[in-house]
């Protein structure tokens, strides 16, 4: 079983909708949680990024952590067809910890917003 | 903003030659990451480094090899290459922000690499 499990969708909503994406993870250890963007063929680009629990908010995008349930989430507000996407979820062990940093992510939401 | 930068953006070998990828880093970032993404799946860790050290390595073949130079850019050595071994390759880089490691990685936009 996969340390971040994320539903890989597709996922298709309208233009304007509200858009939840989730990710569940089993490793405890895990303080660091990011959300990335990727375009087909393209590099991760970076999102959002949360320490801990709690919730943070961009523009259209709410990034919530819920370290008790093991549970992260983004929200994108009014979603455009420049959304269309694949979002991953990332998450570390924290700075200092064993894993010097490096991601583990989770397979990916394909979003489509369709005008 | 500069970006990091990753060459050759996409290369193409036979089974069995051997490959070379290169990583420059953002400005003034001290670490590198690699991932490699195959075909519908999530970038999978292969290795670190900090201060042109190895830092932390993850599923990286022995086959491949990896270093940071002293100007932080990073090379990934590939031999005896294989057909599986056809995927993305991404480098990403963070800074270390008064002794701590930010985690915040800014990822380069990969090279395509094919192997037939």
């Known amino acids: 079983q996969k340390e971040v499990e994320q539903d890989p969708g597709p996922l298709s909503v309208p233009e304007g909708a509200i858009v939840s994406l989730n990710c569940t993870y089993s490793?405890?250890?895990?303080?660091?949680f990011m959300w990335y963007r990727q375009y087909s063929r393209k590099g991760p680009e970076l999102l959002m990024y949360t320490y801990s629990s709690g919730n943070k908010e961009d523009g259209r995008f709410t990034a919530q952590v819920d370290k008790s349930s093991k549970y992260i989430s983004l929200f994108i507000r009014d979603s455009q067809p420049s959304d269309s996407a694949t979002y991953l979820c990332a998450m570390s062990d924290g700075a200092g910890g064993t894993s010097y940093g490096k991601l583990t992510f989770g397979q990916g939401t394909i979003l489509t917003v369709h005008p | 903003a500069a970006g990091v930068i990753q060459s050759p953006r996409h290369l193409i070998k036979e089974k069995r030659e051997t490959a070379t990828l290169k990583c420059y880093p953002i400005?003034?970032?001290?670490?590198v990451y690699w991932y490699q993404q195959g075909p519908g799946q999530d970038p999978q860790f292969l290795i670190s480094?900090?201060?042109?050290?190895?830092?932390d390595k993850g599923s990286i073949p022995d086959r491949f090899s990896a270093q940071q130079f002293s100007d932080y850019h990073s090379e990934l050595n590939m031999s005896s290459l294989e057909l599986g071994d056809s995927a993305l390759y991404f480098c990403a880089s963070s800074l270390e922000f008064r002794g701590r490691r930010t985690d915040t990685q800014y990822f380069g936009p990969g090279t395509r690499l094919t192997v037939l």
């Open positions: 480094f900090y201060e042109k050290m190895q830092s």
């Open positions: 490793n405890s250890a895990f303080q660091y």
């Open positions: 400005p003034r970032h001290d670490t």
